[in-house]
Structure formats: structure tokens, C-alpha cells
């Protein structure tokens, strides 16, 4: 291929976005972690301003990740990437304060269903009128399992609704969003990394977006933090409970098979994993420092284009 590096010839997944092999399905897995999805709303950046949006034929995200993931499959990263930096809307998402009076921490809510649209008129129609599927991911209450919402969004409101169930924080974010006659908290709980279901879709090709260095893992709730947050949370109920005190184990297994698909001991589908560099600034979930937050962001783009730029007519060398 003339112009592109030979490790973009012989790796596949760079190929794949680059030719679109007949048969092939591409997907894009978008990693959650509240504000650290900073991180790879920059990746989503990288990929619309690499000119690869069109690539992929279906899109998973969970909790920031599945905002990242709807502005992508809009085809307006651009825009919607004001939303980690800009002052005002990151401070009407993250206020401690409002829980003084009651109210919620992180408020999802009117981001999703005030300041979108403002942000950027249409831009649910455009995701829901786009090539690539999206799906967003979110954790049912009742049986503590994750969930792709993909067949519940029918139009603009059941998409709306449908990103605020993914990333509707226990606790942190108010109850949980009733959708049908289910309820949905945050798919960060289960879900964290929604490859799997990517597969079960029946990806030939898999690009997953990381907001996490290599070596960053989830722990374990303390004692005192797993008595208090999973005595509130069986209130909602035991299975939500449930699936807050095993999360450091489930995505301990999670990440243990994604180090064997990185290095490449499991053969189908193609796989190709972008984290954030080393030194790169990562945020923390509930992370207010907009200056913080911004560099995530600006690495995170660095380091998507970094890996993809070779399977891009724009990114690579003439």
C-alpha cells in the first residue's frame, strides 16, 4: 500500500479500516470511567479527525464511554468534546455541593438532556441517523447483568434516555432510569469494557479505546466504603449490591483476557487496543481541574493517533 507503513499492511485491523475487507464487521468499543472518559472522548477525536468514523459498523460505550461513542456515530466529536473541557458544563455535571440540598452530584441528567442539543442542534438525530450502530451500555437493577439498550432507542427521547441509564452513577446520580419496565444504573458496574459483547455481535475486527494506562486497575472497595455504599445500594437492590462489591474481580478477569487478546494468543477477532501513554495525565472519576482534564483529553487524542494514523488517508505520509 503505497503511503502506509508496513506494520499497517500485515496488522488486520489497520487494514480492515483502511480497505474494509468484504465480510468484514468493524467495531469500536469506547471504555467508561466518569471524567476519565476525557480521555477517550481525545481517542474519538483522533478517529473523526483521521477521517475513520465511517470505518467502523457499529459502536459500544459504556457510561462516558457511550457518550463518547454517540458523538462519535453523530460525526461531531468536534463539538462535543467542549463538553470535558469547558468550564461550565463540566461544573453543571460535577457540583458537590448540590448534595447539601439534596440533590445530585453528578447530574447526567440536564447534560444529556438540555445541554446536548444546545451544544449541538440535531445532534441526537444525526446519531440515530447514521450508518453505525450505537450501543450504549447499562447494568439492570433487578438482575445486576449488563444490558445493550441498542434495541430500546427508537427515536431522539429513547436515546436520550438510553445514555442517561449508562451513565447514571449509583448513588452519585440519583435513582435509577426506568426504561420499559426495567430500571438501568450505570454499565460501568458490570461493563466497564464492552468488548464482549462487540464479539457476540460478530466483530471480525475490534478497535478498543482505553481510559486507562497500562497496569491501572480497579480495586476492591474498602471495608468501611463497601459496608456503607453496598448497604445503600441493596436498598435499590441485592444484585446491584452484588455487582458493586465484585466489580474489582470481574474486571480483573475482563482485563486478564484483554491482555491475551493485546498480545495476540487469541486469534478471531482481529484486536488492537489504544491506551493512554505512560506519562499521560489521567483523571479521576469525579475530576473538577478542567486544566487536568483538557490534557487528558489532548492525550488521549495523541496517543489514538499515534496507533491509527496509518490506516488513515489523512494521517498517513503521502
Do not use: C, K
Not at 446536548?116 to 447483568?145: C, E, I, K, N, Q
Amino acid at each position: 500500500m503505497v503511503g502506509v507503513p508496513d506494520h499497517a499492511a500485515v496488522h488486520p485491523v489497520l487494514a480492515a479500516l483502511r480497505e474494509r475487507p468484504p465480510g468484514a464487521r468493524v467495531a469500536l468499543v469506547i471504555e467508561g470511567g466518569g471524567m476519565r472518559g476525557a480521555v477517550t472522548g481525545g481517542m474519538a477525536l483522533a478517529v473523526e479527525r483521521l477521517g475513520l468514523t465511517g470505518a467502523f459498523d457499529a459502536v459500544y460505550g459504556t457510561s462516558a464511554g457511550a457518550l463518547n461513542a454517540m458523538w462519535l456515530v453523530a460525526g461531531r466529536v468536534e463539538r462535543g468534546s467542549q463538553t470535558w473541557w469547558d468550564p461550565t458544563l463540566v461544573h453543571t455535571l460535577i457540583e458537590p455541593r448540590r448534595a447539601l440540598r439534596g440533590g445530585r452530584i453528578v447530574d447526567t441528567e440536564t447534560l444529556v438532556e438540555e445541554r446536548y442539543d444546545v451544544l449541538s442542534p440535531g445532534v441526537f438525530r444525526a446519531a440515530l441517523d447514521a450508518p453505525a450502530t450505537l450501543h450504549p451500555m447499562a447494568t439492570d437493577v433487578d438482575t445486576g447483568a449488563p444490558v445493550d439498550l441498542r434495541p430500546t432507542i427508537t427515536d431522539e427521547a429513547s436515546l436520550r434516555r438510553a445514555l442517561r441509564a449508562s451513565s447514571a452513577l449509583p448513588l452519585l446520580a440519583g435513582g435509577p432510569v426506568p426504561i420499559d419496565d426495567r430500571r438501568f444504573l450505570d454499565g460501568g458496574l458490570t461493563v466497564a469494557i464492552p468488548f464482549r459483547r462487540a464479539i457476540e455481535d460478530g466483530a471480525t475486527h475490534v478497535v478498543v479505546l482505553r481510559s486507562r494506562r497500562l497496569g491501572d486497575i480497579t480495586q476492591p472497595p474498602s471495608r468501611v466504603s463497601g459496608r456503607l455504599v453496598g448497604g445503600l445500594l441493596r436498598r435499590i437492590s441485592p444484585a446491584t449490591a452484588g455487582a458493586y462489591l465484585g466489580r474489582a474481580v470481574a474486571e480483573g478477569r475482563d482485563e486478564a483476557e484483554l491482555a491475551e487478546r493485546d498480545a495476540g494468543r487469541i486469534a478471531s477477532p482481529a484486536w488492537l487496543s489504544v491506551r493512554p501513554l505512560p506519562d499521560s495525565p489521567v483523571p479521576s472519576r469525579l475530576e473538577r481541574d478542567v486544566g487536568v482534564v483538557r490534557e487528558a483529553l489532548e492525550a488521549g487524542e495523541e496517543a489514538a493517533r499515534q496507533v491509527l494514523a496509518a490506516a488513515s488517508a489523512i494521517g498517513a505520509p503521502a
